[in-house]
């Protein structure tokens, strides 16, 4: 059972471009949740998604950032018009049902860097 | 406001002894904490969770102790082995937000193991 999977691992923008992050979650988990992570910082919630829904994007900006995960393929965390304040790690995590009731897996993360 | 926050950015333990990671929230709502491990360029790994209905879960080689009354998370670590040594994460999940995986990351306390 493979795990959840991120890609690409590292991914280098020139500001303006356009990130597009991939994550698929673990078999069988319909819940994604995605985080960033600053150097030498913590991670930060920015969205959490079900199959063709979201369910809380309180922490993700209102501008420039979107994300879907449809009913097939994986979860895509888009970031428009890359600035340098965008670079920092951004992991997601799955699990089958809501957070707290059961288990959350994070993938290896997407180190997004733009020059 | 909300906070969750650790004691000591590092730590440095012989190999053999035990560790104590520290943390203190400041929101009395919060009813889930989890401790993380997070190795270079990794995502975090679950280590260890508690509600806020108990106050000590017991894992393998480790125990997490939750003091309700002064808001104060800690994870112990029994003979500590090279392989422990990472970044730690205490994370909390509010009183009705469990559903949503909106976790509240600490900034970690990175944990050195002297051979």
């Not at chain 1, 895509?76 to 670079?87: A, E, K, T, W």
């Not at chain 2, 082995?81 to 909390?92: H, K, L």
Request: proline share 4%; glycine share 10%.
């Amino acid at each position: 059972n493979a795990g959840v999977m991120q890609n690409p691992r590292h991914l280098v923008r020139r500001r303006g471009q356009e990130a597009r992050l991939r994550c698929s979650p673990m078999k069988g988990h319909s819940h994604v949740y995605w985080y960033r992570q600053l150097p030498e910082e913590g991670l930060k919630f920015m969205v959490y998604l079900q199959k063709e829904n979201i369910i809380d994007e309180s922490g993700m900006p209102k501008e420039r950032f979107s994300a879907e995960f449809p009913k097939e393929g994986p979860s895509i965390l888009r970031i428009q018009q890359v600035v340098r304040g965008d670079s920092a790690a951004y992991f997601c995590a799955s699990s089958t049902t809501g957070w707290g009731n059961t288990e959350a897996f994070f993938g290896q993360g997407t180190r997004l860097t733009v020059v | 406001g909300e906070s969750v926050g650790l004691h000591l950015p590092t730590l440095s333990v012989q190999e053999g002894d035990n560790s104590i990671i520290n943390c203190a929230y400041s929101n009395s709502a919060s009813d889930y904490f989890i401790w993380y491990k997070q190795e270079s360029g990794k995502g975090p790994q679950f280590i260890i969770d508690i509600r806020s209905n108990m106050d000590k879960r017991q894992g393998q080689r480790v125990t997490v102790l939750l003091n309700k009354t002064v808001k104060h998370l800690s994870l112990q670590i029994a003979a500590t082995q090279p392989g422990d040594s990472a970044v730690y994460f205490c994370a909390e999940n509010m009183a009705g937000s469990s559903n949503t995986g909106k976790l509240i990351f600490g900034q970690g306390t990175t944990l050195q193991v002297k051979p």
